[in-house]
């Protein structure tokens, strides 16, 4: 089994009635650590990556990079780089963190829709390897520090292919009414600006993502073959040799039983197999593969830690359970409707009698992490472990309610190392300030 086809992490398992994750008691955690605590198991995602890269060894040269918009930490950049991936990046925090992180910036490519000009003159400076442009705002940039520094520049440019996946409207990139990108009637005008008035700026190849939480691979059979007659073509037209696609990422994840996404391998199977037979029909060779997944790669691996608190039985209605976080910790239910399946992690062989609503403690009404699930009666002070919640948990984590952003923990071989500090008070007023005339 793929891991992006497990809810839980690989080494899940139950001791003592009790929720295990790399070896480390959850219910110690969260007594160790406090809650809410995000817990990534460490096996769990050295063995996704690995099969990412076994799984794209069958097309002789491809890079897998990390969708490090998904959970982006100093510690997470080294497990997957240390598996042989590389990072995409998407703003000057995530350039930093991997800089500072010692990660080979040639390794890096960047994304984004709108990438202010410190980001790009940063990117530039540190050397990453490649910048998808996604607009002629970008290639306008980009060509003014090219100059400025004297210093070539490689990218890709962000097409969108018009293909609906079928997922959440927020989460559907390369369809044609999207922010992302150059229209495909607008890729001809990029590539003569660049080639016309931009010397130092190389075009290396196409880049496009058609969406996230796919589970129907049919999507990325018809972007690989729209992405390889483009790049044909516009090798033909312009005379240019253009060798590089990035198919961007988007496989799924199993967040509850009724998910199917589908394996890995099958993924890779498909593009391979897509762009094998495109690249022979258009008399194309070498060209170099890029995916870049996000989700599928750090989602399973996580889990979070919640303590019960409140509970409320609406009369003939809902049972609410309230937890000691909610959507500030993990945004996604509120954003997307997303679901997600938990546990009592105290309490895992007990008989799962009560039908409950697990509720986040922030104030909003609609502040609900799991909607309608049967778990066993609880009390106040019993542990909730959610599933999947790797991935665009922390990374779209806030401060609303100025509650502090909970910590993270590494757990392998029974040891478990914090790898992000949970937040102070002080630190939630580190950045405030009060002018002189108010004291
Ligand atoms: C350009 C690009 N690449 C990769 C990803 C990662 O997607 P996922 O986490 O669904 O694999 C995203 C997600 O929004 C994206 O916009």
Not at 204 to 224: M, P, V
Not at 329 to 341: C, G, H, K, L, W
């Amino acid at each position: 089994m793929s891991v992006n086809q497990s809810i839980k992490p690989i080494t899940s398992e139950v001791k003592n009635n009790h929720l295990i994750v790399g070896g480390c008691d959850t219910v110690e955690l969260a007594e160790k650590y406090g809650t809410p605590l995000y817990v990534i198991d460490e096996s769990t995602l050295r063995k996704v990556c690995k099969e990412y890269v076994d799984a794209f060894k069958a097309y002789p040269n491809a890079t897998v990079l990390y969708a490090s918009k998904a959970l982006a930490t100093s510690a997470i950049f080294k497990i997957v780089t240390q598996e042989g991936l590389g990072l995409d990046v998407v703003s000057g925090g995530e350039i930093y963190t991997a800089y500072k992180a010692e990660i080979d910036m040639s390794t890096l490519m960047f994304n984004g829709n709108n990438k202010q000009e410190w980001e790009l003159e940063a990117a530039v400076d540190v050397g990453v390897g490649r910048i998808s442009a996604d607009n002629f705002h970008d290639i306008e940039l980009l060509g003014k520090i090219s100059k400025s520094r004297n210093k070539a520049v490689n990218i890709l440019l962000r097409i969108t292919p018009g293909i609906d996946c079928h997922t959440h409207e927020y989460i559907q990139t390369g369809h044609l009414d999207s922010k992302f990108g150059f229209d495909l009637t607008q890729v001809d005008e990029a590539v003569k600006l660049v080639t016309s008035d931009y010397p130092l700026i190389t075009i290396k190849g196409l880049h496009a993502h058609i969406g996230s939480q796919i589970f129907d691979t049919a999507g990325y059979i018809d972007e690989a073959k729209i992405l390889a007659n483009e790049l044909a073509r516009l090798n033909k037209e312009y005379s240019l040799n253009l060798s590089e696609l990035n198919l961007g990422g988007g496989l799924g994840v199993k967040y509850t039983h009724e998910d199917n996404p589908p394996e890995i391998g099958e993924v890779a199977d498909v593009v391979i197999n897509t762009l094998s037979g495109e690249f022979k029909n258009l008399g194309l060779k070498n060209i170099k593969l890029y995916i870049e997944p996000g989700r599928s790669v750090i989602s399973t691996s996580g889990v979070t830690l919640y303590t019960v608190g409140a509970e409320k039985q609406v009369p003939k209605g809902a049972k609410y359970i309230s937890v000691d976080g909610g959507m500030a910790d993990n945004p996604r239910p509120s954003m997307y409707q997303a679901e997600y399946t938990c546990d009592a992690a105290n309490k895992m062989n007990n008989p799962k009698e009560e039908l409950v609503t697990i509720a986040g403690r922030f104030c909003e009404s609609g502040d609900i992490l799991i909607k309608d699930i049967k778990l066993p009666s609880l009390v106040p002070g019993d542990i909730i472990c959610i599933y999947n919640t790797g991935a665009y948990n922390y990374s779209m984590a806030s401060n609303y309610n100025r509650v502090q952003k909970p910590g993270m923990v590494l757990v392998n071989n029974s040891q478990s190392d914090i790898i992000v500090y949970r937040e102070t008070l002080e630190d939630l007023i580190s950045q405030d300030n009060i002018p002189d005339r108010l004291k």
